[in-house]
């Protein structure tokens, strides 16, 4: 899976390990939907904090860290970089609409309207923003799960008047909470 960018097709390919559970240091189940290693990374996902990430990752550590290669060098060196990407999912006291400007808001409620037949139409906003190099050639625009870019939307499977939102962000959960959260705080009176 390109989490974090491409996967270079290697010989040996690299392991998957799909569905499995790690115990926290405080005896708790974490719950891990997939560890993926790859010649030049290791890619960990898990249903819960960035903080069990970073204890499932040591315990791989741990786990190597009496085997070596034949040249005696260690089997997994040492992390050149980490990447996050956190999803959250969170009801608010905002709709998703008043991140259009007014003027646009209005005029695209006029036009979905006219083109509508249903009477109780919504403006549903997805907010998907990427940050990109004043230099470099724009690519595909960013999208909903692209682990490089931020996102709100309205979370699968729920009516848009209970205002549950999905978010998914390049950041480790707690920063992408703090964000939510003053997002929340700026918006909650709009």
């Known amino acids: 899976m390109e989490t974090f960018g ?13 569905h499995g559970v790690g115990i926290s240091l405080e ?43 034949p040249d005696g060098s260690p089997v997994i060196g040492k992390p050149e970089r980490v990447l996050n990407y956190s999803e959250i999912s969170a009801q608010f006291s905002f709709s998703l609409d008043v991140l259009v400007a007014p003027p646009l808001r209005k005029l695209l409620r006029k036009t979905i309207a006219a083109s509508d037949n249903e009477k109780d139409s ?49 950041l480790n959960s707690e920063a992408h909470l703090t964000c939510l959260n003053e997002l929340e705080d700026n918006l909650r009176s709009v």
């Open 27 to 69: 005896k708790e189940i974490i719950p891990i939907r997939f560890l993926h290693f790859e010649p030049q990374r290791i890619v960990i996902d898990v249903a819960g904090k960035s903080f069990d990430v970073d204890e499932i990752f040591h315990k791989i550590i741990r786990a190597f860290d009496e085997i070596h290669a």
């Open 122 to 170: 919504l403006l549903i906003p997805s907010l998907s923003l990427g940050s990109f190099s004043s230099t470099q050639k724009f690519g595909n625009p960013p999208g909903i799960n692209d682990s490089h870019s931020f996102t709100l939307t309205v979370r699968a499977g729920t009516q848009p008047r209970e205002r549950i939102y999905f978010s998914g962000a390049p």
């Open 6 to 18: 491409n996967v270079p097709q290697t010989f040996p390919p690299g392991v998957i390990f799909d």
